[in-house]
């Protein structure tokens, strides 16, 4: 079962505006990380942020920052001051229900578009 | 300096060839993986290695066969190839074992195409 959820598939946004790409998760473990990546045209996956989960301070790295609620388990990625080269695939990644602890499960993705 | 690298970075071949994708990281981790991502952009987590033990080894057809000969490689070697094992291979690694707590560090990417 899909345990990350991306619910938009396409985002776009003008440049300089701000945009929230959102990620739903259901993990069973206790203490975990979150992850953000950027995978661009160029193909490769790119880490933009990460969040600790025993952590109530969101996880902030320049224009990006998350907005995390545990309780929901809901973890979005906010990008300010949004720039062309921003545009590309963004994956949100949890641990998984159950099984191994030593993966991670990908969202679907979400292609966010930036408009000049 | 690449973290990461995996050669080559195209592949092109035949239908029930075999083929390897290397992949080598230089920067001292212990865990390494080998994700497929298809043509709709799913990326899905193939195998993992921990210091050259296989950890995880997901539902993965028996013509994939990871080797690792020592903990800064981990090569994929597919035999007998099929048109649905077209997609782009990636190498990742992270720290050590507690994965779900370390950053994981992915390669380029192979983009595999069988015809």
């Known amino acids: 079962a899909q345990t990350v959820t991306q619910s938009q598939p396409e985002m776009s946004v003008q440049e300089a505006e701000t945009v929230t790409l959102s990620c739903t998760y259901d993990?069973?473990?206790?203490?975990?990380?979150l992850f953000w990546y950027k995978q661009p045209p160029s193909r490769q996956m790119i880490l933009v942020i990460r969040q600790e989960a025993y952590k109530q301070q969101n996880a902030t790295e320049n224009r990006f920052s998350v907005n995390f609620q545990k309780a929901a388990k809901s973890f979005s990625l906010k990008i300010s001051d949004s720039q062309l080269g921003d545009a590309a695939m963004y994956f949100c990644?949890?641990?998984?229900?159950?099984?191994?602890?030593?993966?991670?499960?990908f969202g679907k993705g979400t292609l966010l578009t930036v408009n000049p | 300096d690449t973290a990461v690298s995996q050669t080559p970075k195209y592949l092109v071949t035949q239908m029930g060839n075999d083929k390897s994708i290397k992949c080598e990281q230089n920067l001292g981790h212990d865990t390494m993986y080998w994700y497929k991502q298809d043509s709709k952009k799913f990326l899905k987590i193939m195998f993992s290695?921990?210091?050259?033990?296989?950890?995880i080894n997901e539902t993965v057809p028996n013509r994939f066969s990871p080797k690792s000969p020592d903990k800064a490689h981990l090569n994929l070697h597919i035999n007998s190839l099929e048109l649905g094992d077209s997609a782009v291979y990636f190498c990742?690694?992270?720290?050590?074992?507690?994965?779900?707590?370390?950053?994981?560090?992915f390669g380029p990417g192979t983009r595999l195409l069988v015809l």
């Open positions: 990644a949890s641990p998984p229900i159950g099984g191994s602890n030593y993966k991670l499960t």
């Open positions: 993990t069973s473990e206790s203490d975990y990380y």
């Open positions: 290695y921990n210091n050259k033990e296989l950890i």
């Open positions: 990742a690694s992270s720290l050590g074992l507690a994965s779900i707590q370390e950053t994981q560090y």
